[in-house]
Nanobody, 125 residues
Framework: QVQLVESGGGLVQAGGSLRLSCAASGRTFSSYRMGWFRQAPGKEREFVAAISRSGEVTYYADSVKGRFTISRDNAKNTVFLQMNSLKPDDTAVYYC??????????????????WGQGTQVTVSS
């Protein structure tokens, strides 16, 4: 069982930056692949980024590649999402998720078993 708590969301102007954090409970954090997803009003939840257990391999949605960076600190049971050059289209509730490393579809929400409550990110134009 893993409990996830996101923080770091807020209101920022276009072109600005935010850093999201996701703190995990439990002693098995390093055994999970971690992901970030987002959901805008009236839209489906979409994949943003994912990171392997060790942190050596990362994946990004095309829409955020080059602007967002996912990282993790297994000693602190925390995963981060550094978001730069934010755009109004990035406005959404951002969720972190934990799932088994062996599921191949890292970009699909059903590959993750545990979810945080979400944190709101609003980018003004």
């Amino acid at each position: 069982q893993v409990q996830l708590v996101e923080s770091g969301g807020g209101l920022v102007q276009a072109g600005g930056s935010l850093r999201l954090s996701c703190a995990a409970s439990g002693r098995t954090f390093s055994s999970y692949r971690m992901g970030w997803f987002r959901q805008a009003p009236g839209k489906e939840r979409e994949f943003v980024a994912a990171i392997s257990r060790s942190g050596e391999v990362t994946y990004y949605a095309d829409s955020v590649k080059g602007r967002f960076t996912i990282s993790r600190d297994n000693a602190k049971n925390t995963v981060f999402l550094q978001m730069n050059s934010l755009k109004p289209d990035d406005t959404a509730v951002y969720y972190c998720a934990a799932g088994p490393y062996y599921r191949p579809t890292y970009y699909y929400h059903t590959s993750y078993d545990y979810w945080g409550q979400g944190t709101q990110v609003t980018v003004s134009s």
